[in-house]
């Protein structure tokens, strides 16, 4: 373990992007985001996590996927092999962290998405492990450590006037070994108080929720008047899905000019009523009560039917944002989740 004082921080900053692309959240008109660093800028550390999910680093809201060009012979432009920059993501939640784990499993699964897997092997994650969860902070119902982020490269411990760095993975190691300059070896004081911190964060839930039996509950569900009387309230806005980071349903748009033609993926979300529109016209998802179903249907019962985990972190950004109030967290305990009332 490491230790770096936080009124280092800057120098420490400094030293990791001159080895890679480095992102860090910082506040802007209220909303903190990650934000490319440079010099001078506040890294925000005591917020939660951030507004746009960092799932935007390796599947961005907007991509060109290939440019063509029609001569006498197709010429195409191939943008996957330019992707993945080496980028190093500082500051990144638990829950966020986890939320890779479930992206990996639709993107790195055969045939992998090339763009996606270049972006993930060139990306050093660190994370930082939280220590006071808000209200709608839930992940511990997923059985997500939230002070230390397993699926992290580098742990990063705030431990009051220092930050403490492990490095979990080799990509974790080679970065720590690059700044080891600016590093002190942690001594047993500074690896008492992380346990310290680590071990408070389970008492400062404030919310839990139960999943047991939660995914064999909704299956008998499909055609329960509950989700009548939900979808009245959701206005379709899609802020549930993009604001997700979990949630990675895209779009392929093609823009074609003369002999010359783009395509393009973005995000898309299962809220918006032409998700599922045919080209005929028939919409298999008619109204919203069907959209705002398949939400938390994929999330509880068909996202663990196929991959084994739910398609959720308990990150509480839903909770936080929808306009109507419609969320997860009132999903699973009218399906029979309950509240464990911490
Ligand atoms: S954020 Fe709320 S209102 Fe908007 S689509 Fe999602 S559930 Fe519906
Ligand atoms: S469903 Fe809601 S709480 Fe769960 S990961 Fe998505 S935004 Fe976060």
Redesign the pocket.
């Known amino acids: 373990m490491k230790r770096i004082a936080k009124a280092n921080l800057a120098e420490l900053l400094s030293a990791m992007a001159a080895e890679a692309k480095l992102y860090v959240p910082a506040e802007s008109d209220g909303i903190v985001n990650f934000v490319s660093w440079q010099e001078g800028l506040a890294v925000e550390l005591a917020a939660l996590n951030v507004l746009v ?1 960092p799932k935007k680093f390796f599947y961005p809201q907007t991509e060109t996927v290939l440019k063509y060009e029609m001569g006498e012979d197709l010429q195409i432009e191939d943008f996957a092999c330019k992707a993945g920059e080496k980028a190093i993501l500082f500051a990144v939640r638990p ?1 966020d962290v986890s ?1 890779f784990a479930m992206m990996d499993k639709v993107y790195l699964e055969e045939p992998p998405d090339e763009a996606y897997r270049r972006r993930r092997e060139n990306t050093t994650v660190i994370a930082l492990g939280c220590t006071e969860p808000d209200e ?1 902070c ?1 992940c511990q119902s997923f059985d997500i450590d939230a002070a230390k982020a397993p699926g992290a490269d580098v742990l990063a411990v705030d431990t009051g006037e220092e930050l403490a760095l492990v490095a979990q993975t080799e990509k974790g190691e080679e970065l720590i070994s690059a700044l080891n300059g600016l590093l002190s070896e942690a001594t047993s004081g500074d690896e008492n108080k992380v346990k310290d911190e680590q071990e408070k964060i389970a008492d400062r839930y404030v919310t839990s929720v139960s999943l047991r039996g939660i995914k064999e509950r909704l299956a008998g569900m499909f055609a329960a008047d509950y989700w009548e009387r939900l979808y009245k309230r959701c206005i379709g806005c899609g802020t ?2 993009f ?5 990675h349903c895209f779009d392929l748009q093609e823009y074609a000019a003369g002999n010359c033609g783009e395509r393009i993926r973005c995000w898309d979300a299962c809220m918006f009523a032409d998700f599922t529109q045919m080209a005929g016209g028939h919409n298999p998802r008619p109204s919203q009560k069907e959209r705002v179903r398949q ?1 938390f249907m994929h ?1 509880l019962n068909y996202f663990p039917q196929q991959h084994g985990d ?10 936080r ?1 929808c306009p109507v109030n419609l ?3 009132e999903v699973i305990r009218e399906a029979g989740g309950g509240t464990d009332g911490l």
Do not use: M
């Not at 739910?310 to 909770?319: D, K, L, N, P």
């Open positions: 999910p829950c939320s709608a839930f549930c899905t604001l997700c980071p979990t949630c939400r999330k739910y398609a959720c972190v308990g990150c509480g950004r839903c909770v944002k969320d997860i967290l």
